[in-house]
């Protein structure tokens, strides 16, 4: 019976020591330990739906801090002539930023162990590399410049192993792309900001981390743009800093839903004079975000209610710096990792349209009486691939050469325009890509039905090809 007592006395205490440290872990705050990206009060801030802007970040520095600790705040890029982007790793232990170490160095990559505080560089060369994110996988994404008769000069996104080996361009048009963020689902979000044939707005554009799958994702009112990273909560908003669409000076904190973005914009600061730089949710009911009342200001840390659309109080300021980047140090989710049907052996990518004449019904130039459109016009950045008849349901099947971009118009039976230039599109080597129509709504699924164009061999782009077979041949 002593026996018995004893061990069940056991069983006790070891079932109280196991909920005490369940309640502990439970009660851990990773609210308090943030990682802040600082910069300097008296500098132009950055507009990072432009390439060139955050060049202009002198003197940035990433720190920590513990929000229930004072005087914490810990400079951990003090060897760096100027750091940005800080980006946790899925277990915690790591972070990803963009750094210059000397004053004229251009823009690398780096790593750095937040227990240790040693660093790395992942990035080499002289091209110009930013807004790091950790991908599944062990590898990293982010974008650097790049400069040939392709895309002119563009920020590109790359892929690397954590090393910096295995370098990989996924994205081939001559837009530039930053601020990246890698989504639960596994696909990239990126701000899109088209360079040629003219400089258009910015958008949200998402593809898979291989470069597959390209679409819009969002588009702001007018001429809005983009000031930093979108931040996805864990009940299925995307969350990021849009300004006004005229003169861009306002910028708001906007929520749009994952599921069904294009249609679903809500401003969440509306009624809150001042300006939103960046936001970190936390929970549905408490956001963490950059927020300054005036211009003379500097950027602080402040609560954020999105639910009541209410400011609270400053948690955090430091008044000779501005803060920009907002991340917490704690272990997350990793997101899955998608499988990728490229296949570099294979040198281009096939791509179906079902219908030219489909339109969006929310477009406002969608109209009954506009003309019928019978051709395609392939475009490239210098020349035109070339004209296509489509089929008589309007469809179209095209096998163009892969990591090369062309935008596609759609022209009536006398070879005029009906239908303006879709943004900048590619295809990987293998990819099979389909859509509805031109200026479809991306939120769309197709119907169910064989298109002509599918009953017979793809067009091959360019179509002023003089032998076919021998093209064929030299292109699988």
Known sequence: MIKRTLILSEII????????????????????????????????????????????????????IDLERPGSQKTLTKDFYSACFPEISYDGKSMLFAAQHKENDPWQIWEMNLKTLEYRQITSGTEECTDPAYLPGERIVFSRLTVNDTVKSAYCLFTCNADGSGLRQITFSPDDNLATTVLKDGRLLTVKNQLLPVQGGPMLSVMRPDGTKADKFYTGPGNSIYLNRAHETDDGRIIFAESDSESRTRFRLVSISYNTPLHTRTDLTSSIPGDFYNVLPLRPDKYLVSYRKSDSDRFALYEFNPEKGSLGPAVFNDTDYHILDIVRVKPYERPKKLPSEVDMQVKTGLLLCQDINFKDPFLPDNSTAMRKALKIEVLGVDTTYGVVDVEK???????????????????????????????????????????????????????????????????????????????LVELE
């Open 393 to 471: 349901d309007g469809s179209f099947q095209l096998k163009v050469m892969a990591d090369k971009p062309f935008r596609i118009r759609t022209l009536d039976k006398d070879g005029n325009v009906v239908g303006s230039p879709c943004s900048w599109l590619w295809l990987r080597p293998n990819e099979r890509r389909g859509c509805i129509g031109c200026h479809e709504n991306p939120e769309l699924a197709p119907e169910n039905i064989v298109s002509l164009a599918v009953k017979k061999s793809p067009v091959i782009i360019p179509v002023h090809i003089t032998d076919v077979k021998e093209k």
């Open 13 to 64: 205490l070891v079932g109280l020591a196991c909920t005490i440290s369940v309640s502990c872990s439970k009660n851990t705050s990773y609210d308090n330990k943030l990682i802040l990206t600082e910069a300097p009060g008296n500098i132009h801030l950055p507009d990072y739906s432009s390439g060139a802007s955050w060049h202009n970040l002198p003197g940035a520095k990433i720190s920590s």
